[in-house]
């Protein structure tokens, strides 16, 4: 069952919701950055006519050295050409035998073959236990013995490097304080709803749509968000299929400060990646929201009302509370 907590907001008359709200997607600007397959390539083209261009000095060098050929020649100089060659040799952050960004990630992840040979990493005992069958823990993605080598920065890229090949993926790191408190209200307030705001190829508002989102804590050290659209929500209730899954893994929350998120996006469901995107974006600002300011207060209100059924809960503030940026 999906989502089994109460309905009795949502079995009121809640509108499909296409109104354009006055602040319309036309105004959100979502900024995306991509990591490319970048591989080490060799600039150094073979020349086929090195000795040819350069003969006439390299046989006049040769009579001058007393030698009959060319190659009698090179055979006299082959220490110093190898000397020179060694010089002339660029140091190389990649290992001798890898040649591309996956042969370097692939001995720190789960299901690739890489040609790095990377030495046993004692096994820790681990924080958490092994998830049960049916919930995917971080080690079905990675050799987290050999990723806790590595510091924040370096295991954010790892991290994205593993899914840079699917395209609907979601994949970041959270820092611990922020992941921290979004927790402290996801267990307060377990389901909310988010707008989506759905715009033609030319850019042209086609209004908002509603979302609804549940959190879930299937395993210690693991906690889930589901999205489905409000309007598969209403026909199938609890039975509703989501678009959207995103995993958050604690392995390294405390001694590295970061908490790996790893999302699919259905291809069938409806919401694409960037979308998808979007309302993460909305689901944090509600869900790391204080009482500090007042942008915060309305958000923590919102919170409040949706998760009482409160019938003062209105659509209108959601999606102006979500497209403020802060």
């Known amino acids: 069952m999906l989502f089994n907590a109460s309905r009795q907001l949502l079995s009121r008359s ?35 006519s090195i ?11 040769a009579k001058a050295k ?13 220490d110093k050409i190898k000397e020179v060659a060694k010089a002339a040799e660029l140091p190389s952050l990649m290992p001798k035998d890898a040649s591309t960004v996956e042969e370097v990630v692939a001995p720190l992840t789960k299901g690739t073959e890489g040609t790095v040979k990377v030495e ?8 958490y236990p092994p998830p049960p069958p049916g919930i995917k823990g971080l080690d ?22 593993r899914f840079i090949q699917n395209e609907t993926s979601l994949c970041a790191t959270i820092p611990s304080s922020t992941y921290d408190a979004m927790i402290k209200l996801a267990k307060r307030h377990p389901m909310f709803l988010l707008p989506l705001p759905r715009t033609t190829e030319s850019g042209e508002s086609q209004g908002t749509e509603l979302h609804l989102m549940q959190w879930a804590f299937p395993h210690p050290g693991i906690s889930t968000i589901v999205f489905t659209s409000l309007l598969e929500y209403k026909l199938r209730g609890e039975y509703a299929q989501p678009h959207t899954t995103v995993l958050h893994y604690e392995d390294f929350k405390d001694d590295k400060g970061v908490v790996l998120l790893q999302g699919t996006v259905m291809k069938e469901g409806g919401v694409k990646v960037d979308e998808a995107k979007l309302l993460m974006m909305f689901m944090q600002r509600f869900y790391t929201a204080n009482g500090d300011n007042e942008l915060g207060k309305r958000r923590l ?17 959601l999606i102006e509370q979500a497209e403020i940026v802060g």
């Not at 990675?142 to 954010?156: M, N, R, S, T, W």
């Open 14 to 48: 809640l509108p499909s919701f296409t109104t354009t709200s006055r602040k319309s997607a036309l105004h959100l600007q979502i900024r995306h950055a991509r990591i490319l397959d970048v591989r080490i390539r060799n600039f150094h083209q073979p020349s086929a």
């Open 66 to 78: 007393g030698v009959k050929s060319i190659d009698e020649l090179k055979e006299v100089y082959k």
């Open 140 to 161: 079905s993605f990675i050799d987290v013995d050999k990723f806790a080598l590595h510091p924040p920065e370096e295991i954010e890229l790892l991290w994205r490097a």
């Open 120 to 127: 046993e990493v004692p096994k820790k005992k681990r924080k």
């Open 301 to 317: 209100e919102l919170l409040e009302k949706f998760s009482k059924g409160d019938g003062s809960f209105e659509v209108g503030q």
């Open 51 to 61: 000795t040819e261009r350069y003969r006439a000095k390299l046989e006049a060098a």
